[in-house]
């Protein structure tokens, strides 16, 4: 998720972001199926339910660019199917905000990390959440095609200030599109959508439905 410093903004009737979108976040482990798995623990088998990990991204040129909870914090920034870990792994981000600059480079690299370390047989999905475009856009391909070379089904949402679209989530959607799963426009379309604040949060938004086959996110 976009830990960018364009995010302290107001968003809808929220005061302050990436404070939402972390209230947003911690809702909707809340509302998961999770498989109960402590972080580090093998896992070997296929499951009807799932585990999360989070990674921030933001950074300075040729600086530290994507950050995950450290180790002794929650889960550690690995696959968890523990709300707790989880939870825990929230309350350190929002408690350490980039708050810097737009560049996703070594977030894709990070997450790469992570999932290449789920077993065979288990699907895997990585939602990458943004308000603003990416500043490293066109310099990412080799993290990008190895991050799509997990087999993981690649989802963008763009969270944007306003109900009415801007021309600054209109940048972001330019930037972040490309990056989803689908070889033609209408799969893309599938794995991409760019919505306010508060329609993320609903219960028929993106991130509540990722389980119900039935729905765009959730079919996949």
């Known amino acids: 998720f976009d830990g960018s410093g364009s995010m302290v903004k107001k968003f809808g009737h929220h005061e302050h972001g990436f404070y939402a ?15 109960g798995e402590k972080a580090g623990v093998p896992s070997t088998s296929p499951s009807s339910k799932v585990r999360v990990a989070f990674v921030q991204y933001s950074g300075t040129y040729g600086g530290v660019q994507a950050l995950k909870a450290p180790a002794g914090v929650g889960a550690a920034g690995r696959l968890s199917g523990d709300k707790g870990e989880l939870l825990g792994d929230l309350d350190w981000h929002e408690q350490n905000h980039f708050a810097k600059q737009t560049y996703v480079k070594q977030g894709l690299e990070m997450t790469t990390g992570i999932i290449s370390g789920s077993p065979q047989g288990r699907k895997r999905a990585v939602y990458i959440i943004s308000d603003g475009k990416f500043d490293d856009n066109g310099m990412i391909a080799k993290e990008l095609a190895d991050l799509h070379a997990t087999g993981a089904e690649v989802f963008g949402i763009v969270v ?4 009415q679209h801007t021309k600054e989530d209109e940048d972001a959607e330019a930037t972040l599109k490309p990056l989803v799963s689908g070889e033609t426009p209408q799969a893309k379309d599938e794995h991409f959508v760019n919505i306010d604040m508060d329609h993320m949060a609903a219960a028929d938004g993106p991130l509540s439905t990722i389980c119900d086959p039935t729905t765009p996110f959730g079919k996949y």
């Open 21 to 35: 979108l972390m209230a947003t976040l911690r809702e909707w482990v809340g509302t998961l199926p999770l498989s």
């Open 160 to 163: 944007r200030r306003f109900a």
